[in-house]
């Protein structure tokens, strides 16, 4: 009993002395602020407020402030995984492996594009800006509806290897690629188009209009039987275009991915696809838009090192990801001159300079280096004389995508609604907006988060 008693006091004390001991390493240990393994920013120590610790959310807060800098964090975690590879050996069969993926688990979530340039000063929200003048005879057409272009003869599609398959779900690891399990929804397809014909029927009656929603790469690379069903990506789309409002230009960039999927078109440890994958959308939205298409020839061509580990390496945290790490490349746009010009938050009163297509955004930042991570609103500026201006409402796969609209536009305006709260029909009425573009990857359709923002700004 007695030995009993002197076990319990001991569990006492080293319980005790751990508390007291990592506690106070807490307080000592510099403040984390971003997880590379997780890439996602590390919680800071709550502003502590009335209001928070009555509803309860500043404890919720504090909780998570504590979690995320607890000493030794990343140590604890890479033992988790390693402990999960050395007790479970063959979760591999085959080349093929089955990790959850979180969905929100996004590279420009890490920080700044330029970490270098100091925030300009506060700006007024753009408004009634100065129309673009043509300089050689100092007008401006009248006309904003697109012109006509006549759509080149298109290379085959290339076949793929056949390669043994094991069905299992979630994200699916196949030699040196990562690649996410797609599952559809037919209410949810036709609930996203029926918003943008909302769109299209009321305030944007008179805006050239289109969508575009970007596969994944599991809808390139995989074998035939990840594409039965409601997991085909092109049956989804189908699906979504045939509710689609006719008079909205349906932006077919599949097809096009699918023609150069013998390309560097998406990378093998990140859910995004490439700079050259996002330019063969941008060609088929400039076919559906009435442009005509830059060739990569005529853009500046740059290359990042090879050493970026995208979402999906730090999702499965497999070696084979690792030791085949991405390279990124990009082209700059073919334009006189831009300015770039983001606002990160909601009230839309932070706002600085951004370079677009900047090559210091490297490592886990390359994916970055298009136009910056995800914000409430990016504005890019041209010296075009058009007399178009193009609104997009996006996920993080416009990032790639928008530096290569400012080839064509005089004014280019890009939300996100997870972070934009201001009615988008204020935006295009206040700014003579002429087009507007849709462009997400097929996940955003069924993302409550993404689509809750949208309805709030599209009323």
């Known amino acids: 009993m007695r030995q009993k008693k002197n076990n319990q006091i001991i569990l006492i004390i080293a319980f005790v ?17 971003i997880s590379l393994d997780e890439g996602r920013r590390l919680a800071k120590f709550p502003k502590l407020t009335y209001k928070d610790a009555v509803t ?78 043509d300089p050689s005879d100092g007008t401006q057409p009248s006309d904003p509806s697109p012109p006509t272009t006549t759509k080149p003869e298109e290379p085959p599609i290339p076949t793929l290897p056949k390669e043994k398959a094991v069905e299992k779900g979630g994200l699916v690891v196949m030699g040196t690629r990562a690649m996410e399990r797609f599952y559809g929804d037919e209410k949810l397809l036709k609930n996203y188009a029926n918003r943008l014909n909302t769109i299209k029927t009321t305030w944007g009656a008179n805006l050239n209009m289109y969508s575009l929603l970007a596969p994944t790469a599991i809808e390139i690379y995989a074998p035939e039987e990840y594409h039965s069903g409601y997991c085909s990506q092109q049956a989804c789309l189908e699906i979504f275009w045939r509710a689609l409002n006719p008079d909205i230009g349906k932006v077919n960039a599949l097809d096009k991915l699918l023609r150069h999927r013998d390309e560097y078109i998406y990378y093998r440890t990140d859910h995004h696809w490439t700079g050259r994958g996002a330019y063969y959308a941008y060609v088929a939205f400039c076919e ?15 290359q990042l090192e090879g050493t970026y580990l995208g979402s999906l390496w730090r999702a499965t945290n497999e070696p084979l990801l690792k030791d085949n790490p991405d390279t990124t490349e990009g082209w700059r746009p073919a334009v006189e001159s831009y300015t770039a010009t983001a606002w990160d938050n909601p009230e839309m009163t932070v706002t600085y300079p951004i370079i677009l297509n900047d090559e210091r955004c490297t490592g886990v930042n390359s994916y970055l280096n298009y136009s910056g991570g995800d914000r409430a609103l990016l504005k890019i500026a041209t010296s075009n004389s058009s007399g178009r201006k193009l609104l997009v409402t996006k996920d993080s796969f416009g990032n790639a995508l928008v530096p290569y609209f400012a080839n064509h536009y005089d004014e280019v305006y890009i939300i996100d609604p997870r972070y934009y709260v201001r009615p988008l029909k204020q935006l295009v009425e206040e700014n003579g907006i002429t087009d507007y573009l849709a462009a997400n990857y097929m996940f955003a359709t069924s993302n409550p988060t993404w689509l809750g923002g949208f309805d709030k700004i599209i009323k």
């Open 17 to 33: 002395a751990f508390l007291v001991i990592f506690g106070v390493l807490h307080i000592l240990f510099p403040q984390e602020t």
């Open 56 to 133: 309860g959310k500043q404890a919720e807060n504090i909780e998570a402030w504590y979690s995320d800098q607890f000493p030794f964090r990343n140590s604890f975690i890479t033992i988790g995984k390693t402990m999960r590879t050395s007790l479970y050996p063959n979760l591999n069969p085959g080349g093929i492996a089955l990790y959850q993926i979180k969905r929100d688990l996004m590279a420009e979530d890490l920080g700044d594009t330029d970490p270098d340039t100091p925030p300009a000063p506060d700006v007024t929200f753009p408004s009634d800006p100065v129309a673009p003048v």
């Open 288 to 302: 559906e838009a009435g442009w005509t298409p830059v060739p990569l020839s005529d853009m500046e061509h740059y």
